[in-house]
């Protein structure tokens, strides 16, 4: 049972408009997040995280949300540009669990010029 | 910077075949992970390593074995490749230092089992 859901697999966008990328999860002992960009070919690049001591964390065009209550992480990207289009993945960690991720299974964002 | 390398982009090896992968970085972490990544799955853990010799399994790890003889380097062994084993394969590294949540990745080896 997948712990980190990411329940749209693909988003498309406008440039300069605002893309919202969703990440559910069950595991109510997760104090730790992370957003991922992979293009192809490539491997996942460590984007922007959150600690679940804050509820926002912002960093240029990129800010994380993180909805405790709900189990619920949103990254919002403003303004989106074509090169922001890639995979984004969302994953989760625990105190004390040996520095693992759990991931989910990505969206793929497009961006249209 | 931190570096992660992956010994091959792409490989394609024939079932029943010995496979092993490499993954060394250049960092000085401690901690060195293997992924697989399958569309809509996202990346599942193979494998992870803490130290030298040491290694814990993660989500998947049936099929698969690892071995950290130095601190740099962690191999990922197939010991009898699998058409189902077909998929890109990722390694990471992360520290301690700072709470250690973020990992490094590998630029991944696509492998074809055939």
């Known amino acids: 049972d997948q712990q980190v859901k990411q329940n749209s697999p693909s988003l498309s966008v406008q440039e300069g408009r605002i893309s919202i990328l969703n990440c559910d999860y069950t595991?109510?002992?997760?104090?730790?997040f992370l957003w991922y960009k992979k293009y192809p070919a490539e491997g996942p690049t460590f984007l922007i995280s959150i600690s679940s001591i804050k509820d926002k964390n912002e960093d240029g065009r990129f800010t994380v949300f993180l909805n405790k209550s709900a189990k619920h992480l949103s990254l919002h990207i403003v303004p989106s540009q074509p090169g922001d289009s890639a995979v984004y993945f969302c994953?989760?960690?625990?105190?004390?669990?040996?520095?693992?991720?759990?991931f989910g299974g990505g969206t793929r964002l497009m961006v249209k010029p | 910077d931190v570096k992660v390398t992956q010994s091959s982009r792409y490989l394609v090896k024939r079932t029943g075949e010995k496979v092993f992968l490499e993954c060394v970085q250049d960092m000085d972490h401690e901690n060195m992970f293997w992924y697989r990544q399958d569309p809509g799955l996202g990346l599942r853990l193979i494998y992870f390593?803490?130290?030298?010799?040491?290694?814990e399994k993660g989500d998947i790890p049936e099929g698969y074995s690892v071995s950290r003889e130095k601190k740099e380097r962690f191999s990922l062994i197939l010991e009898s490749a699998s058409t189902n084993q077909t998929s890109m394969y990722l390694c990471?590294?992360?520290?301690?230092?700072?709470?250690?949540?973020?990992?490094?990745f590998g630029p991944g080896t696509r492998l074809t089992v055939t």
């Open positions: 990471a590294s992360s520290s301690l230092a700072g709470g250690g949540y973020e990992q490094y």
């Open positions: 595991n109510s002992m997760f104090d730790y």
């Open positions: 390593s803490y130290d030298v010799k040491m290694k």
């Open positions: 994953a989760a960690s625990e105190a004390h669990a040996g520095n693992m991720l759990t």
